[in-house]
């Protein structure tokens, strides 16, 4: 809620101002606005940053630095720095934008019954399914909530999981915990996978304007289903055997998850229709359709309070903006920062390095899809957040002709890596959270916990995109 002395909102508040008027005039950018707009909304972007600077992570602020610092090679080298330094603020501006039209579904969610009886559905499912419905939960769940997801069922799961729901013993408590979180969150790194409205996806089809969903979409569609169902043969293999688990009596029923499927399908349908009918690329359509989304549900949810709750929802919004994007500041600039890094590292390599550069991705010829993908995944191991090799790689592929290489199946394996970044690395926003919860350090998370899944999806990975390739 916004906190206020006399009349004036709190000094607190101000950043969540500035950040929800930077994605209203990137979305008015995005629409046919004049150049002048762009340039205010990256002006705003600077006192948002500037202002926020006291409550964000250290790794944030690591990442501002070195935003600055690359920025003042971009004046030293670049013929043009402004209009360079205007085009890599741009794309700052839209990812900023892009978590903050993802951050207004939070708040109709979080007021959901509907999500809370979804919630309590999956988490009494017999043994035998709780992984594929905690792993498919959470990636519908994603969708709506990005990282929320991974606070609202670690709670969930605290909750339901007591020592008096394993009859006492300690063993099972602690391996259903175990199963349970690595279950949500590998469903969570799906999300971004196969979701229209994911950064991956935002990033991939923004760098790449020759590229369509309905291209990339059946190849991630694959791919997701791969990842799930060895993420779910993982869960069986390291599972005790059915012999020594209690038996669980009846099934919750699913209705409550799948009249949340057919909302997921009308907001992603509220989307399409939009870069239809205003003939925009879907990242552009999605920084206008998730907002109205949420605004509507939101509205549904305040029918009762008069004026078909257009009126009341619009004051619930207003009462609340401040809270909700007040929480996204370091999500805001992990996303932007590696956007912003990751397109000045192309353009300050000299026309000899990019041809040479554009030689070897020929070159790799079929071979390249699988070694992005790995070359993602190791980046993400020693700390280069997967928004900055994917925004570079795209780059790079997006000036040449690659012959023989099929754009949607390097985009899709592009995206693989960066799910499986998720899952693996130390440096990852998912793993922070999971570390802090579960009180084990990230790395312990990632190579112990998740070792074998990722070492299975890697090999996977490598044949199947051979196969293909």
Known sequence: MVTRQGNRPHFYALPSYLLAAVAVLTVWRQLGAPAMVGYLSELLLIGFLVLAWPRLSAMARLLLLACGAVSLLAIW?????????????????????????????????????????????????????????????????????????????????????????????????????????????????????????????????????????????????????????????????????PGRQAVVKGRPTLWPLLHFSLLLSALMGLVFTIASWLSLRLPQAVLVGVPLGAWLWLAWQCRRQGAAGILPSAVVLGRRLPGLLGSIGNEVVALGAGAYLGYLSVVLMDPAQLAEVAALLIELGSWLPLLALLLIVALAQIGVNPIISVTFLTSMVSQVSLPGVSLPLLAAAMLVGWSLTMVSSPFTAAMMIMSRFTGMSAGHIGLRWNGIFLAASLAAAALVLRFVS
Request: positive net charge; hydrophobic residues 55%; proline residues 5%.
């Open 77 to 241: 080298r670049s013929q043009a720095p402004l209009a360079v330094l205007h085009e890599a603020a741009g794309s700052f501006a839209f990812l900023a934008a892009f978590m903050t039209a993802l951050a207004l579904l939070r708040l109709p969610a979080y007021r959901s019954r509907l999500i809370r009886r979804c919630g309590k559905s999956l988490l009494l499912q017999p043994p035998g399914w709780r992984y594929p419905m905690l792993s498919v939960g959470s990636t519908l769940f994603g969708i709506v909530l990005n990282f929320g997801v991974l606070n609202l069922f670690m709670s969930m799961i605290e909750k339901a999981n007591t020592l008096g729901a394993a009859q006492g013993r300690v063993w099972v408590q602690r391996v259903r915990r175990r199963r349970m979180l690595l279950a949500t969150l590998r469903g969570f790194t799906l999300a971004p996978l196969v979701s229209p409205l994911g950064i991956g996806v935002a990033v991939v089809l923004g760098n790449l304007s020759e590229l369509q969903w309905r291209e990339l979409f059946p190849y991630v569609l694959a791919a997701a289903t791969l990842l799930f169902l060895l993420g779910w043969l993982c869960d069986y293999l390291a599972g005790p055997r």
